[in-house]
């Protein structure tokens, strides 16, 4: 996997030069490609490119104007609201994006039509498990396939192409700039924390050889802690944390709640709270999680959680760990001099 990451590093920053977000943002793209698409796609930075700018292109065209409309006019978001659901629709099926992933699985379906019959594990991508469905229920020899592809394992319906290309466009979309960000939140506090940096480091030795595989990335349970500590002080997306009133209720014999009312989660504070993570919780401290019991399963919501919580949360730690553990493998990462703050 290093072999894939450092030539992005090398063409983009050098040793001495800062670590700053668009290398970063350069580097989860790749990798998230890498996983979902594969070698071939994931290799052909152009390509890459022009995804994740389309992605942009369609929040920035769209998300954008409406927002502004909302908060000029706040009596027309029911209608606005509509309106944004059908033109993304619209125009979700037909940029250039969509057009580009449909063309890599029309492009995938044929390669794993013609691949022979092999024994031992194969390595599929998130595409060709999507795509597996559909080939089972479609080829006339499916028990052959069903064999070949999942050792047996039963499929009762398959996925239509614009189904499989929903369900890529989703992936990408919701973990574009969020894994970046997630990212930013690690190296900061690992710069910030030389002393947690070399624990990580010398985990990484231990546990680690030149084939990196899932079972060692499962190992590393102090990058993990880091992880989700980095998370609580820099919680991802918290202002979407948010839940629609379904019947009329009253909050501490205070707050009275109509059916239609949207609550928001105060995360940060939940996060900073004394009573639920233990002394001087601002400060960040991995070994809080070993002995940390947890007193309510949402006292954490870097993810979200419920049965609405983010479901890439085991893609984004996979994705963290593999970035991390080349990137410490190949630098020691210093916090600059002096920090700059973003001004109100």
Known sequence: MDKRIWPILRHLGRIEENLGYKLLQQLTDDIFAHLIFGDEQAADQDYLNKMFDAIDAKKNRIEKVFSIICTIFPFLKPIV?????????????????YKNIAEKIERRKKELKSQKKSTGNQNFTYLDHLLITELLDKDEEREEEKEYFYSGRQVTRYLMTNEIV?????????????????????????????AVQKKVFD??????????????????????????????????????????????????????????NF??????????????????????????????????????????????????????????????????????????????????
């Open 166 to 194: 929903s369900a890529m466009m989703n992936m990408l979309y919701a973990g574009h700039k969020t894994s970046a960000r997630a990212l930013i939140a690690v190296v900061y506090s690992l710069a910030k924390n030389p």
């Open 263 to 344: 609550v928001m989660v105060d995360v940060m504070s939940l996060h900073l709270n004394e009573n639920l993570w233990g002394p001087e919780p601002e400060k960040f401290n991995p070994d809080r999680w070993l002995n940390l019991q947890y007193k309510n399963s949402t006292q954490y919501l870097s993810f979200g959680q419920g049965p609405r919580m983010c479901l890439g949360e085991k893609l984004a730690m996979l994705k963290l760990k593999i970035m991390l553990v080349v990137l410490l493998k190949n630098f020691r990462i210093i916090a600059v001099d002096e920090e700059v703050y973003l001004k109100d």
């Open 81 to 97: 609201h509509w309106m944004n659901s059908k033109l993304k629709t619209n125009y979700f099926f037909n940029n250039q994006l």
């Open 203 to 260: 985990e990484e030795v231990s546990n680690l050889n030149e084939d990196l595989t899932f079972e060692m990335l499962e190992s590393l349970t102090y990058l993990d802690l880091v992880i989700r500590e980095a998370l609580r002080l820099f919680p991802l997306g918290s202002e979407h944390v948010a839940r629609k009133c379904m019947a009329s209720t009253t909050l501490g014999g205070e707050i009275k709640l109509e059916i239609g």
